[in-house]
T-cell receptor, first 111, second 112 residues
Framework: QKEVEQNSGPLSVPEGAIASLNCTYSDRGSQSFFWYRQYSGKSPELIMSIYSNGDKEDGRFTAQLNKASQYVSLLIRDSQPSDSATYLCAVLKAAGNKLTFGGGTRVLVKP | EAGVTQFPSHSVIEKGQTVTLRCDPISGHDNLYWYRRVMGKEIKFLLHFVKESKQDESGMPNNRFLAERTGGTYSTLKVQPAELEDSGVYFC??????????FGSGTRLTVV
């Protein structure tokens, strides 16, 4: 079992719709959770971080964390073609500073 | 503020050769990390420097990989001798505090 699991996609959504991305993790001691966006050939770019159970909203993005279910999700509202990218879920354990990444979900927003 | 800079952006070398990748972190960032993504796999941690000291090198695959951080500034990652399975994209990241990573654009290494 991978430490951080994501559906590889592609997740195809029409422009203006909500894209819903899911991520599960195996280490119950994980403390910090991150969503990165990566365009092809570019560096991962941090878009959201979440540390406690519940929802966190930032513009069109909402991150949701459920530590009991070991589940973190990302919602992208009013999806735009520019949101087409690979979204990486990353987890930071309680000890140490190294991030553990999922394989990423490719999102395609169609005009 | 300049971001994390990596070079070269691409490198193609033959099996058995040596390659050195360089990372210049954001000025003043004490924490520097190396990660790698091989084809079809997730991004994986290689090691973590705090200033010039190796804090965690648990992700280094074997002794063909050597990382250094001279004077706590830029870092190099040398692969010697390179093998086919070393091909992938090598990312560097830096942060001043834990959690605040900024990634570089990566070096795509191809070993033929």
């Amino acid at each position: 079992q991978k430490e951080v699991e994501q559906n590889s996609g592609p997740l195809s959504v029409p422009e203006g719709a909500i894209a819903s991305l899911n991520c599960t993790y195996s280490d119950r001691g994980s403390q910090s959770f991150f969503w990165y966006r990566q365009y092809s050939g570019k560096s991962p770019e941090l878009i959201m971080s979440i540390y406690s159970n519940g929802d966190k909203e930032d513009g069109r993005f909402t991150a949701q964390l459920n530590k009991a279910s070991q589940y973190v999700s990302l919602l992208i509202r009013d999806s735009q073609p520019s949101d087409s990218a690979t979204y990486l879920c990353a987890v930071l354990k309680a000890a140490g500073n190294k991030l553990t990444f999922g394989g990423g979900t490719r999102v395609l927003v169609k005009p | 503020e300049a971001g994390v800079t990596q070079f070269p952006s691409h490198s193609v070398i033959e099996k058995g050769q040596t390659v050195t990748l360089r990372c210049d972190p954001i000025s003043g960032h004490d924490n520097l990390y190396w990660y790698r993504r091989v084809m079809g796999k997730e991004i994986k941690f290689l090691l973590h420097f705090v200033k010039e000291s190796k804090q965690d090198e648990s992700g280094m695959p074997n002794n063909r990989f050597l990382a250094e951080r001279t004077g706590g500034t830029y870092s190099t990652l040398k692969v010697q001798p390179a093998e086919l399975e070393d091909s992938g994209v090598y990312f560097c990241a830096s942060s001043q505090v834990p959690n605040g990573y900024t990634f570089g654009s990566g070096t795509r290494l191809t070993v033929v």
